[in-house]
């Protein structure tokens, strides 16, 4: 069956007014709801950041949603759709909850080393005294902006100044420094989940930002190539005119990416709406 409601997962520091371009151009007959990373509570120990756990959590965030649902994740948020892939026996709900996912520039390492558990502590505790500064929210629309220039093609944001000003709030701040130091946990746990369960049982399709040249670019490639073979999923889609932020390097690719898992079912029940998680 056609899913009914898209789920968009965002990346670690991201919001979900990034989204906005990709939203615009779904279909209008589909539900679609944004996770927004600000709401999450603070999450300070690695238990928070284990697979069960990320899932727990983002199928409380979905409870209402009309399913089937088709998962999208961008970077760390391809992880946590993972997770959320991985929960229970087949997906989270029983049979039929999940009809899909798409992975966009998704997080992915062959293996995590991490750190000893007293040096993330001090770690941590110097993090929270910065973000307790202040500063933290002061430099954050400067944050993007650099991400911008750094991590996409087109070099201009698509967001609106006051879609930016969500960077400069502590709620954003506090959630992307936890999801900072729960992203080697979770990396770690889906990698677990991964051996022992292999591929999710649902259509899982990959877009990767491409831009660029080198090793850096062949290594980025190749990590995609093999979680494409960890989920059961074909080569994934590589697209040389984007870079990691490829909502605003090319929305239009994601929106054809979700239009095609879409299209793999029947049209869904009416009654659509957009809103944030």
Do not use: K, N
Not at 22 to 51: E, F, G, H, K, M
Not at 131 to 157: E, M, N
Not at 219 to 248: C, K, M, N, S
Request: aromatic letters at 4%.
């Amino acid at each position: 069956m056609r899913a009914r409601t898209v789920v968009i997962v965002p990346g670690l520091g991201s919001t979900p007014g990034e989204w906005e371009a990709v939203v615009a151009a779904l279909p209008p007959d589909v539900a679609v709801i944004v996770v927004d990373p600000a709401d999450a509570p603070r999450l300070r120990s690695r238990d928070d950041w284990t697979p069960e756990a990320v899932a727990a959590r983002l199928a409380a965030r979905v409870a209402r949603a009309a399913r089937p649902l088709l998962l999208v994740g961008h970077s760390s948020g391809g992880l946590q759709v993972q997770a959320l892939l991985y929960a229970g026996p087949a997906r989270p709900g029983g049979p039929g909850d999940c009809g899909g996912a798409l992975l966009v520039d998704a997080s992915h390492e062959q293996g995590v080393r991490l750190a000893p558990a007293p040096v993330s502590r001090v770690g941590r505790a110097v993090a929270e005294l910065v973000l307790a500064s202040g500063i933290a929210t002061l430099v954050g629309p400067w944050t993007r902006a650099l991400g911008v220039r750094l991590a996409s093609v087109r070099g201009r944001d698509r967001m609106t100044p006051a879609a930016v000003r969500a960077f400069a709030s502590r709620a954003w701040a506090a959630s992307t420094l936890d999801a900072w130091f729960g992203h080697g946990p979770l990396q770690a746990g889906v990698l677990a989940r991964q051996r022992e369960r292999g591929a999710p049982e649902v259509p899982v399709r990959l877009l990767v930002g491409a831009a660029g040249a080198g090793r850096g670019r062949a290594r980025w490639v190749a990590l995609q190539r093999d979680l494409a073979r960890r989920l059961g999923a074909p080569e994934p889609q590589l697209l040389d005119d984007a870079g990691h932020l490829v909502t605003i390097d090319r929305p239009d690719a994601i929106a054809d990416a979700v239009r095609a898992l879409l299209g793999a079912g029947e049209a869904p029940a009416p009654g659509p709406a957009t809103a944030r998680a």
